[in-house]
């Protein structure tokens, strides 16, 4: 009896070059030395980029293993944010009840060091109802499209991670303009609110779905890409009219530039394997417009070296915008599987060979 062995197949040499690259990200995620504050080493193929829900469908018949799901925006929402909003719902009604729990639940520079907790509390706590309305709906429709992407365990990391930091950011913030300004009431304002994770919702928007049309007004909506630099600027503005909402400029700013670092640099991206962004499109200059270049440039820079500073000279990425070294780089990974699937068909076939030997003798 011969063995049942078919021969190698052309359309599994055709998906060689998927089946290298998923091969070689899945060796990476565990053992971890090929990632770079985010990139890949020299030994992996270009990351696929993540896909903007406007991206042309493949034709038909066509494979896309290997490669990254599409984003889309979602559809409904989900049942981890409704919960959430009924966490802020619940807050703000726990306040009209009992007024007292604000000193318990909300930060409070001068009350701060005996109660601590608060800095990890006050995210949660809307002290006004349009403050519990807003936060509830940005929660909904930006929680939508980033759920399902990033799944429920990774969704609620990031948001105690942003409001925890914020938290704390915002006491030291607090004690620090009471030293500069002498005024007491930076001491025994009460911070609180939900406004610090949605600046970074808005910033995780920016990376997964950029060119998504966010309403701002009736008849005015700006591209989810702009949408960090936009309310940094109208909060500042805010700050001068209204004297009494710097309370909220320090929690906006520091949500947003803690998200852009974890997503930066240290989340385990979901579509790629990888972890971080180091995309161009999600760099610290593309938070800003391109005037803002010279600026933010020498800021992108200290923050690759401050987080970058362990990495190996041999382990830096090499670059993917040449397409005849993209081109080689695929051509030699084809190549390395092609020989690895020769070798690993070889090895089976004459596996059952021996056995059928031993069998007749």
Not at 85 to 110: E, K, R
Not at 143 to 150: H, R, S, T, Y
Not at 272 to 299: E, H, K, Q
Not at 315 to 335: F, H, I, N, Q, Y
Request: glycine residues 8%; hydrophobic residues 40%; neutral net charge.
């Amino acid at each position: 009896m011969t063995p049942n062995n078919p021969p190698t197949s052309p359309s599994l040499i055709a998906t060689a070059p998927r089946l290298h690259q998923t091969r070689q990200q899945e060796e990476i995620g565990s053992s971890g030395r090929g990632e770079i504050c985010g990139q890949p080493s020299a030994v992996m193929m270009e990351s696929q980029p993540l896909q903007e829900p406007t991206a042309t469908a493949p034709a038909a018949g066509e494979e896309t293993a290997g490669a990254p799901p599409a984003v889309v925006p979602g559809k409904e929402f989900t049942r981890t944010c409704k919960g959430l909003v009924v966490l802020l719902i619940g807050g703000y009604v726990l306040l009209q009840l009992l007024p007292s729990s604000l000193n318990y639940l909300a930060i409070i520079p001068s009350k701060t060091i005996p109660y601590v907790w608060t800095v990890f509390t006050a995210g949660y706590i809307e002290q006004v109802l349009p403050g519990a309305i807003g936060s509830s709906l940005g929660l909904l429709f930006c929680g939508k499209d980033i759920e399902p992407v990033w799944g429920r365990k990774e969704f609620l990391k990031f948001i105690i991670l942003v409001n925890s930091i914020c938290g704390i950011l915002a006491f030291c913030f607090a004690i620090g303009l009471y030293y500069v300004t002498g005024k007491e009431s930076f001491l025994v304002t009460p911070l609180s609110g939900f406004h610090g994770c949605l600046a970074g919702f808005l910033v995780a928007l920016k990376q997964l779905l950029p060119n998504l049309e966010l309403p701002m007004c009736f008849f005015w909506k700006i591209k989810a890409k702009w949408m960090p630099f936009f309310v940094v600027c109208f909060s500042s503005i805010m700050a001068f009219i209204v004297p009494d909402s710097i309370n909220f400029l320090p929690t906006l700013v520091s949500g947003m530039y803690v998200s852009w670092l974890y997503l930066r640099y240290f989340q385990r991206n979901p579509l790629t394997g990888l972890r971080g962004d180091p995309s161009d499109d999600f760099s610290f200059p593309s938070l800003f417009p391109a005037a803002m270049r010279p600026v933010t440039d020498p800021v992108a820079n200290l923050f690759d070296r401050m987080l970058c500073a362990r990495s190996r000279p041999s382990e830096v990425a090499l670059p993917v915008s040449d397409p005849t070294k993209a081109s080689r780089r695929r051509e030699r990974g084809e190549r390395v599987l092609e020989e690895r699937l020769a070798g690993d068909h070889a090895a089976d076939t004459e596996a059952p060979a021996r056995g059928h030997g031993t069998a007749e003798d």
